[in-house]
């Protein structure tokens, strides 16, 4: 990866469309790495939904609007995950010897309607002849698997509320994000109830948005680029599309897990992300990363909602299954804990338009390992002290595509 | 003789509503009927109205799913109608006080995942008759069935048994 731009999120930009949006963060990306539009090879598109702008093609939209054209692009969707599903697409082009320089950007223009209509739209990626009909919303869908892991593993709704207190509380240092906040506990549970367990400030909002990553192959790298980030390497996993169709079975096992740890678990049932585990297992094998605690520095995770942080840190393997919730009240994943989890805020605090979103956790990590948070942020609060290997990780539906990507400083 | 250099768009009283002059955003409005089959998965709909909650069973290796489900995730065979017990028990609830726009009128309303004895999978659905502090993971819940059907799967509810 050579360079990246993210414009600032919100809950409507009315005074640009998503062309505009995604121009303008292709516009910080090329000046901030010095590179010309002769440079490219073609694109790849991430956006998740035709509903909100009713416009098909919007891909070529947007490419037509960078002056791209006719050089090759094609678009890539996969719900939430459809910025990390992009962003490996990016990543096969060049890794392929297709391209030598590849634009991925991601948008979403979420505030053509309002916010229950929108989730709606959302909700259409459920099942919609068994789901959508019977609960048609997605907070409903995360907080019956959230009740599941309280249950299994006696995670509190206190330690899904400290996932919300960090992430705001990152954000504050993060001029690109829609929603920074000082938070309490308090604070967190005396927001209006959405679906139990998850109040207001346990879900993410909707948001207009857009973010560019420019990846490119080592030799054109090098020659365009001063300080490139080393995608090392991929991974992907999916599980069925309705929640009531997971099967009950053994944990799939990382390197540093024993079938003994988890005796009596039935996996991933409603509680686990099946389609992540199955993403860390392939991205760790292909960068060697036996232990990902100590072997990762900076992870930028799909933090929809509150619950779905902790349960990531697991399927992750930051720890063992049931100690998500314990992770992050002893401040492991705070920015000088164990690992930093969403320094950037993550979609709790920053916004989720759900295509740009996978892109932006490319970009915020290309500048941790640039050291370059200081120069984009303006603040380098955020910026994680000797960042070397970082992990993003996109994800969709109730855990049905997962992405996770591992990159690495060169410099 | 048809060309007219003259010829002016007729004027209608058909106007757009202007929510804001700059940036200038308008109102538009997009409404459509779908013709949907059910296809395969007919019979379960067909059963519901007959006050049957159809599951599907593997032909070959015999796993059970408390969905409908033409083919078996396991090993790739058909699979048969199965009919599920009308009693199971709460995998998981929550209560949903907002919702997507078609459902906002009936909230709050309750989810639940039930799992049926001796079958593989579960099954979603919504319960009526209890509130969220009556929610508990384990507790027993029985199917019961619209009159009037809408022919989806609401069709079939649930109710908390007394045990």
């Known amino acids: 990866m050579i360079s990246g731009g993210v414009t600032k999120f919100a809950k409507a930009n009315p005074e640009m469309d998503f062309r505009l949006l995604v121009k303008k963060a292709f516009d910080y990306a090329l000046n901030d790495a010095k590179i010309s539009l002769a440079d490219f090879d073609g694109s790849v598109a991430s956006y998740f939904s035709d509903h909100f702008q009713r416009q098909l093609m919007s891909g070529i939209m947007v490419h037509d609007y960078l002056g791209l054209t006719p050089k090759p692009s094609k678009r890539v969707e996969g719900g939430g995950a459809t910025g990390g599903l992009a962003f490996q697409t990016g990543y096969e082009e060049v890794a392929s010897g297709r391209m030598d320089v590849c634009a991925v950007y991601g948008f979403e223009s979420m505030s053509h309607v309002n916010t229950w209509k929108g989730n709606e739209f959302i909700a259409l990626a459920s099942d919609t002849n068994f789901d959508y009909p019977v609960g048609g919303f997605y907070t409903g869908y995360y907080a019956m698997m959230a009740v599941r892991h309280m249950h299994e593993y006696g995670t509190t709704v206190e330690q899904l509320a400290k996932v919300s207190i960090k992430n705001h509380g990152n954000a504050l240092h993060n001029p690109y994000a829609q929603s920074p906040m000082k938070l309490t506990v308090k604070d967190v549970r005396n927001a209006p109830m959405v679906a139990y367990p998850l109040t207001r400030l346990d879900v993410c909002t909707m948001s207009d948005g857009a973010a560019v990553a420019i990846l490119a192959s080592e030799e054109k790298a090098f020659e365009l680029c001063d300080n490139p980030v080393l995608i090392k390497s991929i991974g992907s996993g999916t599980d069925t599309m309705r929640l009531s169709d997971r099967p009950f079975g053994k944990v799939p096992l990382l390197p540093n897990e024993k079938e003994s740890d988890y005796k009596k678990l039935q996996y991933p049932g409603v509680h686990s992300f099946r389609a992540g585990r199955t993403a860390a297992i392939e991205a760790y094998q292909g960068a060697g990363i036996t232990d990902p605690l100590e072997e990762l520095d900076v992870i930028e995770l799909h933090d929809a909602y509150t619950s779905s942080e902790i349960q990531t840190y697991e399927d992750l393997g930051l720890c063992k299954y049931g100690e998500g919730g314990s992770f992050v009240e002893e401040g492991k994943a705070d920015i000088k804990g164990k690992v930093a989890v969403n320094p950037s805020g993550g979609l709790l605090a920053s916004g989720h338009p759900v295509g740009a979103t996978g892109i932006m956790q490319g970009v915020f990590m290309f500048w941790q390992l640039q050291h370059s948070i200081k120069k984009h942020f303006k603040d380098d609060a955020l910026q994680v002290p000797n960042a070397k290997r970082g992990l993003i990780h996109s994800h969709a539906g109730t855990g049905t595509y997962v992405t996770a990507t591992i990159m690495e400083a060169v410099k | ?163």
């Open chain 2, 1 to 163: 003789m048809t060309i007219n250099p003259s010829a002016k768009m007729e004027e209608t009283q058909k106007g757009t509503e202007v929510y804001n002059f700059d940036p200038l955003i308008v109102k538009s409005h997009y409404e459509i009927d779908y013709i949907h089959s059910y296809a395969q998965d007919s019979e379960f709909f067909r059963a519901l109205g007959k006050k049957k909650l159809m599951g599907s069973k593997c032909k070959k290796c015999g796993y059970t799913y408390g969905t409908p489900r033409g083919h078996c995730m396991m090993c790739g065979a058909e699979t048969e109608w199965y009919q599920l017990p009308n009693e199971g028990r709460v995998h998981t609830f929550t209560t949903c006080f907002f919702g997507s726009e078609e459902f906002l009128p009936e909230t709050p309303f309750n989810l639940i995942m039930v799992e049926f004895e001796g079958v593989n999978s579960l099954f979603m659905a919504r319960l009526i008759g209890a509130e969220l502090e009556d929610l508990k993971i384990g507790m027993k819940v029985r199917a019961k069935f619209r009159r009037n059907l809408r022919i989806n799967p609401t069709d079939v509810y649930f109710v908390p048994v007394k045990e």
